[in-house]
């Protein structure tokens, strides 16, 4: 079996992944080294998570309230989309579903129904995580709940270079060594192929069975030494460029993300405990870079704290994430842009199947062929969620009309058709973004079915109206009885010491 293991970087994927390794198999005797230098930055925007990363804190033995104090992290209900379909336009994608069940079709067929008759509230007003989004209030999820209504999960956004830290701390605990320095040269096998070694600027020379390429978008191992090629997806993902710079918080620090669309692409707004990270997202087709860093800086709600940070980018991923002996996890392995905050995801789900398919020092085929297939799937999957945003649009200014009138992928395509025609939402056994995504995104951005499953036709028009009132009552009612934001940080013992007051 793989008796060492050579991380190339630190950052939030190389840290993760030595937390994860440590906490599984350094009990095994397997030895873990990650090589990082303090003189190479990582790109250290990537702030906001979906609700896996509490799953994978969890699998560690992690202490949630610790972590978040550790790390300055505030709630996460869902990502509040503005502007998108047309000026004006508001929804939020939460981490939970619409409504409750009330007959034999899914709720949203009964709501569309009603609201072709002009007799519902609008579709977020069904949600509990949505209608406690917007009035900042918060408590945990039931353990059982007896209701839909109250199923539904959260996230965090935080400080990544703080979360990197805490892992940091938490793996070498644990057995993991950090050497510090720069990788000058790698040592590959002539016959397999397989990399043998790295040598540092120092001269040290670092063996492993099995290296783990950690080294953000320029892809030391897996790229530059392995020339494992690169599947281009800017056709579908255009945006190429971003700036980023923090804030004071002067609004509501509320707990969810915001995407606001710009004409050139869309900005976000992060709100953590002790600053606000914003960003704009932008392809330079549409937008010069001085038009979207002076939009970005003018329209931040307090004072900047640091200059803004430029990031260039190309949508895709490596034709492999997992190469001979080299496996390609965070921005090494592709990069699908951070509007519904699927980085960190993806580095869960590449550590994920590794473990599961941990190998042998041969690393068999068959490893590497299912690990390849989980990883395009995921990607792909992924890929097509984030160009819905972008194709269910009204905006009339040239990108947002460029990628309505574009040559769709035809799972996309297919997807969308599906809806509109009967209100079907793709389904899949495994994958990030399941139909209730798909859903608020379909209705938050005016795409309604043409037909309904006839099922919802037995109840009639009187007793679906009936069933919408009570399900909207119980959800006002019961975000009415939870407690504030604010409050849950300072309960939950998740206030972080290097901030002063969440703003009200």
Same mark, same amino acid.
């Given at each position: ?305 640091? !200059? @803004? ?6 949508? +895709?991923? /490596?034709?492999?994430?997992?190469? $001979?002996?080299?496996?390609? &996890? ?122 309904? !499953? @006839? ?6 028009? +009187?007793? /679906?109206?009936?069933?919408?009132? $009570?399900?909207?009552?119980? &959800? ?18 998740a206030r972080y010491e290097g901030a002063g007051p969440v703003s009200a």
């Open positions: 079996m793989v008796r060492s293991v050579v991380i190339i970087g630190g950052g939030t994927a190389g840290w993760m992944t030595a937390a994860a390794l440590a906490h599984r198999l350094a009990a095994t005797g397997v030895s873990i080294t990650l090589i990082e230098s303090a003189e190479i930055g990582t790109v250290g925007v990537g702030e906001a998570t979906l609700p896996h990363i509490r799953y994978f804190n969890q699998a560690l033995g992690i202490d949630e309230a610790e972590m978040m104090a550790r790390t300055a992290a505030t709630i996460k209900l869902g990502i509040e989309f503005r502007d998108w379909s047309r000026p004006g336009d508001r929804y939020i994608h939460p981490f939970g579903a619409h409504g409750d069940d009330i007959g034999a079709a899914d709720f949203h067929h009964y709501w569309v129904k009603q609201q072709k008759a002009g007799q519902v509230e609008p579709f977020g007003s069904y949600c509990y995580p949505i209608v406690a989004a917007w009035n900042d209030r918060f408590a945990l999820p039931e353990e059982n709940p007896d209701s839909a209504l109250a199923a539904f999960s959260y996230a965090f956004q935080f400080d990544a270079s703080l979360y990197g830290a805490f892992l940091a701390d938490y793996a070498q605990k644990r057995g993991a060594q950090r050497v510090e320095g720069k990788v000058v040269s790698v040592r590959s096998n002539g016959e397999s192929g397989f990399i043998e070694a790295v040598t540092l600027e120092s001269g040290v020379k670092i063996a492993g069975d099995l290296f783990v390429d950690c080294s953000g978008f320029r892809g030391l191992l897996i790229e530059q030494e392995m020339a494992t090629g690169y599947e281009d997806w800017s056709d579908y993902l255009p945006c190429n460029r971003a700036y980023a710079v923090p804030c004071k918080t002067e609004d509501t620090v509320g707990p969810y993300t915001r995407a606001t669309a710009r004409d050139g692409g869309w900005q976000w707004r992060i709100p953590l405990q002790h600053r606000v990270g914003n960003g704009h997202v932008y392809c330079d087709r549409y937008i010069s870079d001085q038009e979207a860093v002076d939009q970005l800086m003018t329209t931040l709600e307090g004072e900047p704290l640091a !200059d @803004p940070k430029q990031l260039f980018f190309k949508t +895709g991923k /490596r034709r492999k994430l997992w190469n $001979r002996n080299c496996v390609a &996890i965070g921005l090494s392995g592709g990069f699908l842009e951070p509007l519904e905050s699927t980085s960190i995801d993806l580095i869960q789900s590449g550590i994920t199947n590794l473990i599961e398919l941990w190998p042998e020092r041969d690393c068999a085929q068959s490893d590497v062929a299912e690990y390849n297939r989980l990883m395009d799937l995921e990607f792909a999957r992924i890929r097509d969620f984030l160009m819905l945003h972008y194709v269910a649009t009204e905006r009339d200014t040239p990108l947002w009309r460029d990628m309505r009138e574009m040559d769709w992928p035809d799972s996309l395509a297919e997807k969308i058709e599906a809806f509109r025609r009967r209100g079907i939402v793709p389904e899949y056994e495994s994958g990030l973004f399941q139909p209730p995504s798909w859903l608020s995104v379909f209705i938050g951005q005016n795409i309604l079915p043409e037909t309904c !499953d @006839p099922r919802a036709d037995i109840m009639d028009d +009187g007793a /679906r109206s009936a069933a919408l009132e $009570r399900i909207h009552a119980d &959800i006002a009612d019961r975000v009415q009885r939870t407690s504030g934001h604010s409050d849950f940080l300072d309960g939950y013992g």
